[in-house]
């Protein structure tokens, strides 16, 4: 069964500094990858996704993601944080079937100003 | 109004009644999920519904919850006995499945529940 890992829990990074959120998958062939974003309060917003093709995609709010298939990864990526993207952040797999999508359990983002 | 829609937004029960939580998808959205997120947790998986398919029920915690979906359109999620873990913010999302791959989630804003 398809399963997603994000081991950090929870990251405070200076505003204006990079950041990188982590995300390993444990599926047997090519999944379909994505990055959602729940600020405080709201609904969970789809960042980016990847489903074949380039390796490197671009979403909205300036955030881009790896894949990584030798690693097993997903590594959601922006240059430079804004005080606006402290939130959770939930990477997700499925398989490209009809089948379920699953979360990781989140890290949480604090920018500190 | 073309997103998910979730009603109530809140509910606050008493503990060993009975809740319906309802979900409007997207028209033409084939697939429909529920998850459950307690606080400061993570997206638990509840059920998942595609087309006429069998539903997946694998992530229902206890034979006190269950769902239904009528044809491709509304669901209702209903928790019996409520008990006081139940209390969270129940999310239902739906998507389009093109054949080979089904398109990114959209989500509702939630219900909030409360057990008291």
């Known amino acids: 069964a398809q399963s997603v890992t994000q081991p950090d829990i929870h990251i405070t990074v200076s505003e204006g500094a990079s950041l990188e959120l982590r995300c390993n998958y444990s599926?047997?062939?090519?999944?379909?990858l994505f990055w959602y974003v729940q600020s405080p309060g709201q609904g969970l917003q789809l960042l980016l996704k990847?489903?074949?093709?380039?390796?490197l995609v671009q979403g909205i709010k300036g955030f881009e993601a790896e894949f990584k298939r030798s690693q097993s990864s997903f590594n959601l990526r922006k240059p430079s944080v804004h005080w606006s993207d402290a939130a959770e952040y939930f990477c997700a797999v499925n398989t490209g079937t009809a089948s379920k999508l699953t979360f990781g359990t989140g890290t949480r983002l604090q920018v500190t100003l | 109004g073309a997103g998910v829609s979730q009603s109530p937004s809140n509910k606050v029960t008493e503990k060993g009644k009975d809740v319906e939580l309802r979900c409007d998808p997207i028209s033409g959205h084939t697939a429909l999920y529920w998850y459950r997120q307690r606080l400061g947790q993570g997206l638990e998986f509840l059920i998942y519904?595609?087309?006429?398919?069998?539903?997946?029920k694998s992530g229902l915690p206890s034979d006190r919850f269950s769902a239904e979906r009528t044809g491709e359109s509304v669901s209702t999620l209903t928790i019996q006995r409520t008990q006081q873990e139940d209390s969270a913010v129940y999310l239902c999302?739906?998507?389009?499945?093109?054949?080979?791959?089904?398109?990114?989630?959209?989500f509702g804003n939630g219900t909030r529940l409360t057990v008291t």
């Open positions: 599926y047997g062939a090519t999944p379909y």
């Open positions: 999302a739906s998507s389009l499945y093109t054949g080979s791959y089904n398109s990114p989630l959209h």
């Open positions: 990847y489903f074949s093709g380039d390796t």
């Open positions: 519904f595609q087309g006429n398919s069998a539903p997946d």
